[in-house]
């Protein structure tokens, strides 16, 4: 091979390289998410807080609590959605350890040297995470249909309490990417989310109506909770609900909306603070 020839090759090459262009957003955000993705396959263990604790939680209290709470209605039927919205919460968990790891290990520095969008990172770990929530809703559905659990609206508003609950998941994300952005190791991110999350999730209407809760301020709380709304607006569209006490807050009068609301609500003020949390800790 001559020169020439070798020169010419060097010089194809280099122009190769030249009109190289980055992947797109979307592009981007599909890579991230079978990243993730493929952790779970090959650590199945992963799938543990979505498959065996979900069917832990619905049984435990469907029989050992189910007959010592009033919920006015089956309590089996009234009491899934409310672990189903206990779980979509807890998916910021997963975004939040997730995020911290890969922080601590230098994997988003390496991404940091490529030419992607730092915004693809977080979208395709919100996801991915989002999948991975949803597989503990599906176990669920199954187990609360094999120990009575019913929907009797029909197949629109079943679709829509489903959508209700993964637009609330989403917004719990941005919470998620926020305490992984700020806190230093997955030990610190386990103890705060939990510290923070546990109780709103039982401080609603999720596992015994919120009408009963006294004193009265408690109840209160319990009713603006944005949970609550979730909760009562998944049971409304699914028929496993009572009707509302007069006295009942705003929220619980419109659910559906209210939940609307809350979960844009909560991304618009989630959503910057994650995002400017991230970027102050990846930049050097």
């Known amino acids: 091979m001559s020169d020439t020839t070798v020169r010419h090759d060097v010089a194809t090459a280099r122009s190769a390289r030249l009109t190289i262009e980055p992947p797109g957003l979307w592009k981007q955000v599909r890579t991230h998410v079978w990243r993730n993705i ?22 435990l209290f469907a029989y050992v609590f189910g007959g ?17 919205a206990q779980t979509m919460a807890f998916s910021c968990f997963v975004v939040a350890i997730g995020l911290t790891n890969d922080l601590n290990k230098g ?12 915004a693809s990172v977080l979208i395709g770990r919100s996801i991915s995470s989002l ?12 187990t609360g249909l094999l120990i009575g659990w019913r929907i009797h609206n029909g ?81 409304e569209l699914w028929g496993n609900t009572v009707p509302l006490a007069p006295d009942s807050a705003l929220p619980l009068h419109h659910p559906v909306l209210s939940t609307v609301i809350w979960s844009v609500l909560l991304t618009a003020v989630l959503a910057p603070l994650s995002i400017r949390a991230f970027n102050h800790r990846t930049t050097d």
Do not use: C
């Not at 543990?48 to 049984?59: G, N």
């Not at 010592?68 to 189903?84: D, H």
């Open 131 to 142: 999948i991975h929530s949803s597989i503990g809703i599906v176990v669920m559905a199954v």
């Open 155 to 235: 197949f629109g508003k079943a679709v829509l309490g489903f959508a209700l609950l993964l637009l609330f998941g989403f917004a719990m994300m941005w919470f998620g990417i926020l305490a992984g952005s700020r806190l230093k190791s997955a030990e610190a991110v386990q103890g705060v989310m939990f510290t923070a999350v546990f109780p709103l999730t039982f401080l609603a209407d999720t596992f015994a109506p919120a009408a009963n809760m006294s004193p009265a301020w408690l109840r209160t709380i319990a009713e603006w909770n944005p949970i609550s709304s979730l909760v009562r607006a998944m049971r």
């Open 107 to 118: 994997i988003i520095d390496r991404f940091r040297s490529l030419p992607i969008s730092r």
């Open 38 to 59: 493929k952790h779970i396959r090959r650590m199945p263990e992963m799938l543990a807080d979505v498959t065996f604790q979900p069917i832990m939680f619905v049984v």
């Open 68 to 84: 010592s709470i009033n919920a006015g209605v089956n309590y089996r039927e009234w009491l899934l959605p409310g672990i189903m």
